[in-house]
């Protein structure tokens, strides 16, 4: 140990100091919550606990959510990594255009979110006629709920991906070029090996958000008991019941969701060896 | 450039058809139906006093819990990179929690935990200070929601710092508060201010977790996202929409602010 | 034109879901635990007369929200929302059901009435007896957003009803009353659930505002927290129930959602609302759970305030007297 160790940290008490109030601040704003989360839910013993897991509208509403969830992340998914090889393998005009559009829904308010599909697709809207002639529902029915999931989920797999693909360059894919191999291949055997953990990440995130979304999702989903409540819907149904118990028991299965999705996380970056830095 | 690479056309199709069909239509949709409505009652709108006090909350709140975020999501990200102790890769992923836990539940949660009866709310209670349903309970949960960023926007450009310049000036003499305030703290600022924005420019958006802890008070707790809530639920489109294109030029504003912070960053890099 | 294919299957798959007949009733607030019961009573009596199976799915939130939705496109069958005019706009601006709809069924279609009285903590510690106590200093009162919410609309107009007969009609007077109300209240909720969640659990406030018979799901909930206060007025409110018919011509459930309705006349049904203290129009019903109602004097909507289309606009739409008073 030099005395250049020694000048560039600070000295123990000082340290001490700042550790205890990062895991002062961590626990009470971060941790604690979770915690609540469980302590609220389990209040009234595990019985009513897992009686509440088992209600059929919880049920109904945790299947929603993953058809939900399951239809738009694999769509922003594919957006994700088309949007990024396009703006980190090519230079054109109105790239850094695209770049910030990418990223608009991401500072746009969920409930506008929402809004829009309903000036959209509303009985009033610009297509709400047309679509009510054909018969075909999507405000208030799955496709609106997905299409508002879509659109508040947009941008998280590409922000994952862009910063990732941008800082490894082109130059392994170029040099598969020269070698003849076809785009396909290029982007399965040497593209994808290499950005496959922050995919993983940028798709449970998504995947997280998707799950959890509220505001965007209440303004089209019309509240209907066992067919338009989604998870995080059904927790305020639950809530505004008095079953603050039960809505507290839906609200860990989402909670757990989180843990997993940061468990995951971690994992991945103890495999691919390179410490947090996720830009989100 | 010339172009090596295949798949040009291909994803510049996909991409910008994708984001045509799910961001743009639907947008300018909103901008349209807000257009509709003369310039006149643009600003009869934008002006009223219900507005404009949950534009103050709004932007104010999240301000603030924005600069709460950066004060300690600077001390969070420089313990977490700067120093080795047990615990430490337990913190680091719990940073990302309020990125993972559902805005409603985070809602439900902190309403539970500062309301008058809850287990910090009980406490602040004592001593009548009234987190939930008062603007500092919005300042809460936009603080929650936002912290995330500003450590995230840190921590990498904390772990490419060199220490040269730190050594250099501490054999000059200058103290470790001297190095941190005049050599650190300097380097940091830019990632700082794209670590405050993104939290404010989330902040300013959020919903979920802010009803039901901000009690909803017209003129004193109520947010813009929930204006436009009720406005929808009054009928009136017109209005709901102009108050959303307002937010959204202003959201824009500010991603732009980003991008052009973070191009002058990367030149500073080169 | 693959996607709206696969919109159109979707959404056939969804409708289908289940098998027999599906209903779906958007309804506000204070039902829930109503209508639950009464969808049971009604399903099995469906069953019973046709051999189906029906599931009867139901919405619930601030009437006026509600009342957005089924505008918007949400294919309600039936309607049983917390005021007319909720009803009226539905007519209204979507042309959705009949503007007569209100004479379709007996009783102004109001199967069952109810009525706004006061909720305060066990023992009413700030000695609250009437209207005249909720302008008090250090009085909070707890009650829903007017714009959203039908119970808080009932609410607004029983306050201004005592202030006008106080005032004997002043009108500026009257106004500075009902302000003077507003100003003590703490939290605004969109809905009336919203309002007893935030008076019963979390604590606020020293009254609520509340129709009837959520006051007394609160003791039942809550129980030996609160008592029940009944001011010297209040207001009859008729929460009305309509088919809407264009929904339910295009679903072919027409004559499923009339019976529906025909169904809240029953003795069954209203001894059930009685029991889940609304005040039923059947008389033997009334009489069996009179004790839950006792007597007030009710001021009218119709009489009083000239109807549902005029106070709404006087009192509740942009620029009206409530928001005239909050800017205060």
Same mark, same amino acid.
């Given at each position: ?63 929603? *959510? ?21 703006? *980190? ?32 697709? &509303? ?10 002639? #054909? ?17 508040? *989920? ?43 953990? &922050? ?34 819907? #059904? ?46 | ?270 | ?49 046709? $051999? ?9 939130? $601030?009437? $006026? ?19 007319? $005019? ?243």
């Amino acid at each position: 140990m030099s005395s250049t160790h020694h000048v560039t940290t600070e000295s123990k008490p000082v340290r001490l100091l700042l550790i205890a109030a990062a895991a002062f601040i961590l626990g009470l704003f971060l941790l604690l919550p979770l915690v609540a989360v469980f302590a609220e839910a389990l209040r009234r013993g595990w019985e009513l606990f897992l009686a509440s897991l088992k209600e059929e509208e919880a049920w109904s509403a945790v299947k929603l *959510t993953l058809m939900a969830a399951g239809l738009s992340v694999p769509l922003n998914t594919l957006f994700g990594l088309s949007a990024a090889w396009l703006v *980190t393998k090519f230079r054109f005009r109105g790239r850094a255009f695209l770049l910030s559009l990418i990223d608009l829904p991401f500072a746009v308010s969920p409930v506008i979110a929402g809004l829009v599909w309903v000036l959209l697709f &509303g009985a009033h809207g610009w297509f709400g006629p047309w679509l009510a002639e #054909h018969d075909i529902r999507i405000i208030f029915a799955l496709p609106g709920i997905v299409i508002a999931t879509v659109f508040v *989920t947009f941008p998280f797999v590409a922000r994952e991906l862009i910063p990732l693909m941008e800082s490894q360059g082109s130059d392994q894919e170029e040099a598969a070029v020269t070698l003849g191999a076809g785009g396909w291949r290029i982007f399965r055997s040497v593209t994808l090996p290499s950005i496959k953990w &922050g995919l993983m990440y940028g798709v449970l995130l998504c995947n997280a958000r998707a799950m959890g979304e509220f505001g965007a999702v209440s303004v089209v989903s019309g509240h209907i008991r066992g067919e338009t409540n989604t998870l995080p819907l #059904h927790i305020e149904v639950l809530y505004n019941e008095y079953q603050f118990s039960a809505a507290f028991a839906c609200a860990t299965i989402l909670a757990l969701l989180a843990l997993v999705t940061l468990g995951i996380k971690s994992l991945v970056e103890h495999l691919s060896g390179h410490s947090s830095n996720g830009r989100h | 450039m010339k172009r090596v690479l295949p798949g040009f056309g291909l994803t510049m199709g996909f991409t910008v058809a994708y984001l045509g069909l799910v961001v743009l239509i639907p947008l300018v949709a909103l901008f349209i139906k807000a257009a509709g409505i003369g310039w006149h009652e643009w600003l009869e709108i934008l002006t009223s006093p219900r507005v404009l006090a949950a534009a103050k909350l709004t932007f104010g709140a999240s301000f603030c819990a924005a600069l709460l975020s950066s004060v300690t999501g600077l001390l969070v990200a420089w313990v977490l990179v700067r120093y080795e102790f047990p615990g430490r890769r337990f913190l680091d992923g719990m940073v990302d929690l309020p990125f993972a836990l559902p805005t409603a539940v985070a809602g439900i949660t902190l309403t539970a935990i500062y309301a008058p009866n809850g287990w910090i709310g009980e406490h602040l209670a004592k001593h009548g200070i009234q987190a939930a349903y008062n603007p500092l309970g919005v300042f809460i949960a936009l603080t929650f929601i936002g912290f995330p960023f500003v450590v995230r926007t840190l921590q990498p450009v904390m772990e490419d710092l060199g220490k040269e310049v730190e050594e250099a000036a501490a054999t000059l003499g200058a103290g470790r508060w001297t190095v941190f305030w005049r050599v650190i703290l300097p380097m940091l600022v830019p990632a700082l201010i794209t670590g405050f924005t993104l939290a404010f420019a989330r902040a300013i958006g959020e919903y979920g977790s802010v009803v039901f802890i901000s009690g909803n008070l017209p003129m004193k707790t109520e947010i813009l996202p929930l204006l436009i809530v009720s406005q929808l639920e009054q009928f009136k489109y017109g209005a709901a929409a102009v108050i959303a294109a307002g937010m959204l030029i202003v959201s824009f504003a500010l991603l732009f602010l980003i991008n052009l912070l973070q191009r002058r960053l990367d030149w500073q890099h080169r | 034109m693959k996607t709206f294919h696969l919109i159109k299957l979707t959404s056939i798959l969804l409708a289908s879901a289940a098998f027999g007949d599906q209903l779906l009733n958007v309804s506000y607030d204070p039902t829930r635990e109503f209508y639950q019961e009464f969808n049971a009573s009604f399903a099995k009596k469906w069953k019973q007369e046709t $051999g189906k199976s029906l599931v009867v799915k139901q919405s619930h939130g $601030g009437s $006026g929200k509600q009342s957005r939705s089924v505008i918007d496109g949400l294919a309600a069958d039936v309607v049983t929302l917390a005021l007319s $005019g909720d009803i009226d706009a539905i007519a209204n601006k979507a042309n959705l059901l009949p503007r007569d709809w209100q004479t379709k069924l007996p009783n102004n279609s109001a199967p069952y009435t109810s009525t706004i009285v006061f909720v305060v903590r066990k023992g009413n510690p700030k000695g609250i007896k009437d209207w005249g106590d909720l302008v008090r200093d250090g009085v909070q009162v707890i009650t829903p957003n007017p714009k959203t919410s039908g119970g808080a609309r009932w609410n607004y107009l029983a306050a201004w009803a005592y202030a006008d007969r106080k005032f004997g009609g002043d009108e500026s007077k009257v106004k500075e009353f009902v302000a003077a109300l507003y100003k003590n209240v703490p939290v605004l909720d969109t809905g009336a659930r919203g309002s007893t969640t935030t008076f019963a659990q979390r604590g606020i406030g020293d009254v609520f505002l509340s129709w009837e018979n959520e006051a007394h799901l609160i003791a039942k909930e809550f129980p030996g927290k609160t008592q029940i206060v009944i001011p010297s007025i209040s207001i009859l409110a008729e929460p009305p129930v309509a088919v809407v018919e264009k929904n339910a011509k295009k679903r072919g459930t027409e004559a499923l959602a009339k019976a529906y309705l025909e169904h809240l006349y029953s003795a069954e049904a209203q001894d059930l609302a009685g029991k889940h203290f609304y005040r039923p129009r059947d008389a033997k019903a009334y009489a069996k759970w009179s004790k839950n109602f006792p007597k007030i004097q009710l001021v009218n909507i119709d009489r009083d305030f000239g109807g549902w289309t005029k106070a709404q606009k006087k009192h509740f739409d942009d620029g009206g007297t409530f928001d005239e008073i909050q800017q205060r």
